[in-house]
């Protein structure tokens, strides 16, 4: 495949895989106070009946607070598998430009057309800090966790998922960060290696 072809598809697949986690997966969180509201305003209709009013304004807190913690688990659970398919589609990416997995020959040829791939890197910051974070959401605790809590201890919110046994969790703002810096990584690489 040629060059613009090559650059068109890299750059469109991530503003796509972008604009899709932003405008449909994690948008439709938006609303979930005015959501949980709803859901406890018909629990309060439907008990009304009951002689109990006590039992019955309860039930409507907790149904309010179960749809709450479902729904912001869920949204952070979107937003971390967000993050490992941006990697995998960085890392397939790679695979298809340098037409290697291995890591010395991709740094080497990025060094001589004078990318940095030093640690405040765009190429850093994608192939090492965001793989961690790929591999600590999808394998739990081990060498690649250690690493990010050691890297990114921000990104830890010290008690597990509601879905999983992970504690990472990656903002909106840090998966368009992560997103950003992969396009300006592209971009560098496909003007310096024209």
């Known amino acids: 495949m040629s060059y613009i072809l090559e650059k068109h598809k890299i750059l469109n697949t991530l503003e796509l895989i972008t604009a899709t986690v932003n405008n449909r997966l994690i948008s439709s969180f938006d609303n979930l106070e005015t959501e949980a509201e709803g859901k406890a305003q018909k629990q309060v209709e439907e008990l009304k009946m009951t002689d109990n009013q006590e039992a019955c304004m309860e039930e409507a807190y907790y149904v309010r607070e179960r749809h709450l913690k479902i729904n912001y688990a869920m949204k952070q659970e979107v937003l971390n598998n967000a993050s490992v398919w941006l ?108």
């Open 87 to 194: 990697f995998h589609i960085f890392e397939k990416d790679c695979v298809i430009i340098f037409k290697t997995m291995n890591e010395t020959e991709k740094r080497e040829y990025l060094q001589s057309i004078k990318i940095n791939t030093e640690r405040d890197s765009a190429w850093w910051k994608i192939n090492h800090e965001l793989k961690l974070v790929a591999n600590a959401i999808k394998h739990g605790k081990g060498t690649s966790y250690s690493m990010l809590e050691a890297l990114r201890p921000d990104l830890f919110n010290g008690k597990t998922s509601f879905f999983s046994k992970v504690n990472i969790d990656i903002s909106s703002k840090e998966f368009n960060n992560y997103s950003k810096v992969m396009q300006a990584f592209w971009v560098e690489y496909f003007d310096k290696s024209k």
